[in-house]
């Protein structure tokens, strides 16, 4: 990484921190019922003027009941036991594709979709396999862990977003870190041999989605037990990394009213479960 680059990141790690609010779900009530949300910033790290006011708590006496007050391994373990038994919705890979128009739409714009490393407004419509189009992006690439696109963690939405094609190719299956060279068709993303940098507005979001596969996913029911690890090139490997970098990306990009909605729509319409680390972020650091 260049030292222009660090000294930018340093800048905006200590702003963001200084102001980063930990918030959960501002109230339990339904997606059609929740005010429209903002769409992420197209560059920089997401401000706390984006955040919607703190209401720490809202599913704390339902939902999460069984985890409120632990940490480490035994917070780990209850979070696995709660959103694998909620998780009642089971999507078809199929089904994925209008799954995404609704918990990716654009809050401006309801006939498109927001795709999550370039920012893009782009139509519902135009997804499919040509270099513009929009496709499945796996968050946790579907090649570490070997479980492919079969309904379980290869068709769980908490991770899957619409990205341009072109843009989710040059990804590929590559873990995150910080460094390389700038993406030219989705400028503040950069790329080398072995890791992937998402652009600042998304860096949470991508650690929180990586983080909820690794308590969804256990090794109990059928898929290999995901983990992050602080490694790069894991191969096919059931690892990610760098845990390290994903615990900073989560501190200083956190939730945003998008993330928010996206979780709640997941919750209320497809698969009744949650990604906790939305709801409390604070908890990356209870378990990792």
């Known amino acids: 990484m260049d030292n222009t680059r660090v000294t930018r990141r340093g800048r905006t790690a200590l702003a963001v921190a200084a102001g980063t609010i930990l918030v959960a779900v501002g109230a339990q009530i339904p997606a059609t019922a ?20 703190p209401s720490v708590g809202a599913y704390d006496d339902t939902y999460y009941k069984d985890a409120i007050g632990k940490t480490g391994q035994e917070l780990k373990d ?28 654009d809050p401006d714009n309801s006939a ?52 341009d094609v072109s843009v989710n190719s040059t990804r590929g299956n590559k873990d995150f870190d910080n460094g390389g060279t700038e993406v030219g068709e989705a400028p503040g993303n950069y790329t080398d041999d072995d890791s ?32 992050p690890n602080d490694n790069v090139d894991n191969g096919s490997k059931p690892n990610i990394g760098k845990l390290s970098v994903l615990k900073q990306w989560s501190q200083e990009d956190a ?10 729509v997941i919750f209320d319409k497809y698969q009744h479960n949650r990604n906790p680390f939305v709801d409390h972020p604070e908890w990356v650091n209870e378990i990792w």
């Open 34 to 53: 929740t005010t429209a949300p903002a769409a992420h910033s197209g560059s920089g790290a997401a401000s706390a003027a984006q955040h919607p006011s």
């Open 78 to 105: 209850s979070l696995h036991r709660i959103i694998s038994t909620t998780q009642t919705g089971k999507l078809s890979y199929d089904q994925v594709w209008d799954a995404l128009k609704e918990t990716d739409e």
């Open 112 to 163: 498109n979709v927001l795709l999550l490393y370039t920012g893009r407004s782009q139509s519902k419509n135009t997804n499919g396999g040509n270099p513009d189009d929009w496709n499945r992006e796996h968050v946790w690439a579907k090649s570490h862990g070997d479980f492919g696109t079969a309904t379980g963690p290869g068709t769980d939405i908490h991770h899957l977003r619409p990205t």
């Open 196 to 227: 992937f940098e998402p652009r600042d507005a998304v860096k949470g979001d991508v650690a929180r989605m990586i983080l909820y596969m690794a308590v969804r996913y256990d090794g109990d029911d059928g898929f290999a037990d995901l983990e």
């Open 255 to 264: 939730p945003d009213a998008f993330e928010q909605h996206r979780n709640q």
